[in-house]
């Protein structure tokens, strides 16, 4: 059985120094593979010098919602380069948060909007954060109407099983996340259960989210695997097909395949 944890930040303070010991104890819960979202400048270099280091993982770079703000003609630049590099395999994370409000909305709809049609441009896929912001992110993928080509996903998704139709409709994969595991996350269930495997990724967005038995305690990579023994759960399947799967899509979404 081996898994992608699609979505996790070894490349943020918690990890320093630590990378290696995070892939062995991820490997020993059969996680052999990582992407390494990047969301700011540092974030992002520090993505690709861990793609660079280490074998399993893959960087994925651009700029948060929350660091919108940063974003201008020289980083879009040192982003073009960083996009360049041969192990990396996305622009993200992207998108717009409302929770937050880090950056202003406007400044949020914008960069979003400017980096969907880099990655169109490059011909790379997106990771997309939306919080508290379906609407207006869903609204601005559907007029963006190219977000197929080379795909999408929304990370983390924690929506309900309506959210997630008008989201597989335009194409986009969704990835859960130890929220998938939490008691009470009840639409989140529902939404697991009708998701179908072919378009499903998993993913830790560590150290953020942890699952069940480990909720409270930091995240790690390798509690991918509890996402998928909880998604298994919900869809009443063997893990092993939840990892088999979830492993093939995510390959073929970064173009690994």
Do not use: C
């Not at 020993?28 to 593979?33: F, Q, S």
């Amino acid at each position: 059985m081996k898994l992608f944890d699609a979505h996790t930040h070894l490349n943020d303070t918690p990890f320093f120094g630590k990378e290696a010991e995070y892939i062995q104890r991820a490997k020993d819960l059969t996680v052999t593979e990582m992407a390494i979202i990047g969301s700011n400048p540092d974030m992002n270099q520090r993505a690709v010098e861990l793609s660079e280091e280490f074998d399993p993982l893959y960087a994925v770079v651009g700029f948060h919602p929350d660091d919108a703000k940063l974003y201008n003609e020289q980083e879009e630049a040192v982003l073009k380069e960083l996009l360049q590099k041969e192990k990396t395999v996305a622009v993200g994370e992207i998108g717009l948060d409302y929770h937050w409000d880090a950056s202003k909305r406007s400044t949020q709809h914008e960069v979003f909007e400017r980096q969907l049609q880099l990655a169109y441009d490059m011909k790379l896929p997106v990771s997309i954060h939306t919080r508290d912001a379906f609407e207006d992110t869903y609204a601005i993928l559907k007029n963006f109407g190219k977000v197929d080509t080379y795909g999408g996903v929304i990370h983390s998704f924690n929506g309900n099983p309506d959210q997630l139709q008008r989201y597989l409709d335009l194409g986009l994969n969704v990835s859960y996340s130890g929220v998938a595991s939490f008691k009470n996350a009840k639409e989140v269930h529902e939404s697991v259960i009708q998701t179908p495997l072919d378009r499903m990724m998993v993913e830790t967005d560590a150290p953020y989210l942890t699952p069940t038995p480990y909720r409270g305690k930091q995240n790690e990579p390798g509690y991918t695997y509890y996402v998928a023994k909880a998604i298994s759960e919900l869809k009443g399947i063997d893990v092993e097909e939840v990892a088999d799967a979830t492993y093939r899509n995510t390959l073929k979404f970064y173009n690994l395949d």
